[in-house]
């Protein structure tokens, strides 16, 4: 395992991504069938179902809203996720369906309107020598707002039944999803220390909880034929669209920082925590909000949006670090008689 780790890591390799990748490679080699299809969707639900208890259960709500007095910081950061990016996917309407057909659009919008990232915006953040602090309190609240406010924004922006999309599905979000979070915050006076120092095995269950949406949805569409459909120039077309969006996203939270004259440390906390977009939220809560085989078209454009915001950032994030390095400083010549 460490070998093939150093492998992937000379290669710059994300291993979840290429868990990910392997994953979807399984579900077109041997996709489910029949009642095996009926268990791994009941297995997917209580997984989801158990996963956003575990977010409510180790987000402090008390710690994200203290934070709170940084307000213009996380007023930046939320503009950029819930407001920039929004509009970036009506302005992607013209591309349709000429570069990308109607369920990749309506991936690209459902992209733009998912929560920041928690992890990676708080450790790009640090590397970058930014506000962590403030870092962790902006992508705490974006994930406590994006729980109702994503499946909010696509039922705005997507017309019901385009891209598998059902208004129903936002009912069904709340049940699923957003009655679980809050259990977990209810429950967080009781279990939230405990769950907190656990977050290696609670990160775990996250990426395995992935894996198995990831595998459930794209054996549906091979089942029902979506892949076959998918050309090699849509593919490329929608890669294409997918770095332009994250080429944007940079330029704007990076404007907006230094228009509003917020510090370096706070510019950084707003080019990472805005320009991220949760994998972790995005897969469950694509599954609830999208029909059948839909989902496995639908999720594209997030899976590699993940991939391009971690190779772009991190290399951002080693140039920022390097740029704050202190410069050693000469010892003064010693006079000579």
């Known amino acids: 395992m460490r070998v093939v780790s150093a492998a992937l890591a000379r290669l710059h390799i994300d291993p979840y991504i290429a868990a990910i990748l392997c994953t979807v490679g399984i579900a077109a080699m041997w996709p489910a069938r029949g009642g095996v299809t009926g268990v791994l969707d009941l297995a997917g639900t209580i997984a989801i179902t158990l996963l956003f208890f575990f977010y409510g259960a180790r987000l402090s709500t008390t710690e994200a809203l203290s934070g709170l007095r940084h307000w213009r910081l996380h007023a930046a950061i939320s503009f950029v996720t819930f407001a920039v990016f929004p509009v970036l996917a009506l302005t992607c309407a013209v591309l349709v369906p000429e570069v990308l057909d109607e369920p990749l659009y309506a991936g690209v919008v459902f992209l733009c309107v998912l929560p920041s990232t928690v992890q990676s915006s708080i450790t790009l953040t640090s590397i970058a020598k930014g506000n962590e602090a403030g870092a962790i309190c902006s992508a ?14 696509v039922a705005v922006l997507i017309s019901a039944g385009d891209g598998g999309f059902s208004l129903a599905s936002v009912g069904d979000i709340m ?5 679980p979070f809050l259990a977990g915050q209810a429950a967080q ?17 996250d990426r395995a909880v992935i894996l198995l949406v990831v595998y459930t949805a794209f054996s549906q569409g091979v089942v029902s034929g979506v892949w076959s459909g998918l050309a090699v120039r849509q593919l490329v077309l929608l890669a294409l669209v997918i770095a332009g969006l994250l080429a944007l996203a940079l330029g704007i939270a990076a404007l907006l920082a230094r228009a509003f004259g917020f ?18 939220s995005g897969l469950p809560m694509a599954t609830v909000l999208f029909a059948g085989a839909a989902v496995s078209t639908t999720v594209l454009p997030l899976m590699l949006y993940h991939q ?24 003064p010549a010693h006079a000579t008689a």
């Not at 049940?175 to 009655?179: A, D, F, S």
């Open 140 to 153: 705490s609240l974006s994930n406590l707002v994006g729980v109702v406010l994503t499946p909010v924004l």
């Open 175 to 179: 049940v699923r999803l957003l009655l």
């Open 189 to 205: 006076r009781w279990i939230g220390d405990r769950v907190r120092a656990r977050r290696g095995l609670l990160g775990l269950y």
């Open 263 to 280: 510090s370096r440390a706070d510019r950084v906390a707003i080019l990472f925590c805005g320009s991220q977009k949760s994998l972790a």
């Open 308 to 331: 391009f915001q971690l190779l772009v950032c991190s290399w951002l994030a080693q140039r920022f670090a390097k740029r704050q390095e202190p410069r050693p400083v000469p010892e």
